[in-house]
């Protein structure tokens, strides 16, 4: 039976997104969801979840606390090819770098920068908050039945800017263009919750839960 590993490294509360990807393996025969901070756990796992909340340099160093649990994630999946998601800060730290607060290194498992919105509207606040309208700018198996106009829920104050723009999958605009969500080969990310962007949401965590990449 397929294992999908949520990653607990304290950086979070994950009891909503625990219980939309049981939700969603459930209803669709899709495994086991399991809640870990387990290398071993891990590496045997058939996909992996990275949430996180907070800013990134704090989530970065919670990570790499765990000993020998980064490594155990990227041995999958930079290796193995195992499926990943990452979600809000699970997300940017895909990149090659963060600059909130300080320069911060990423993953590097998509080119680009973690970067402050800046919206080109002075009156919009950042953070931004609150529902926004998908934009789908390239086709992926995670966002088979989603469509342009369709609503996610954010809250954060930086977003992704990729390096290559086959890697941008949809963005938000909030007085310019805001990324929603990256992906290259078996790694996608989303910026936004999907486990509170209600029938949006879900349908992501459900295509995730059975794509092959």
Same mark, same amino acid.
């Given at each position: ?10 950086? #979070? ?28 756990? @891990? ?5 992996? @979840? ?57 993953? #590097?498992?998509?080119?680009?920068? @973690? ?99």
């Amino acid at each position: 039976m397929s294992l999908t590993a949520l990653v607990d490294y304290d950086s #979070g509360n994950l009891h909503s997104a625990q219980k939309a990807f049981e939700r969603m393996a459930h209803e669709a025969g899709h495994g086991t969801i399991v809640v870990t901070s387990e290398p071993d756990v @891990v590496a045997k796992a058939d996909r992996i @979840v990275l949430p996180g909340d907070g800013a990134y340099p704090s989530c970065r160093a919670a990570l790499f606390r765990f000993t020998g649990l980064f490594d155990a994630i990227e041995e999958a999946v930079t290796r193995r090819g195992v499926p990943f998601m990452g979600i809000c800060i699970g997300m940017q730290m895909m990149a090659t770098r963060g600059l909130e607060f300080e320069p911060t290194a990423g993953f #590097g498992w998509i080119p680009g920068e @973690v970067v402050r919105i800046t919206p080109e509207d002075e009156t919009l606040k950042v953070p931004h908050m609150g529902w926004n309208d998908l934009v789908i700018d390239n086709p992926h198996p995670v966002l088979d039945g989603v469509r342009t106009g369709d609503h996610a829920y954010f809250v954060h104050s930086y977003h992704f800017k990729v390096a290559t723009p086959a890697h941008l999958l949809a963005h938000v605009d909030y007085a310019g263009p805001v990324t929603a969500v990256v992906g290259r080969d078996n790694m996608v990310g989303t910026q936004f919750h999907p486990e509170k962007s209600q029938a949006t949401g879900l349908r992501i965590i459900s295509n995730f839960l059975r794509w092959k990449p």
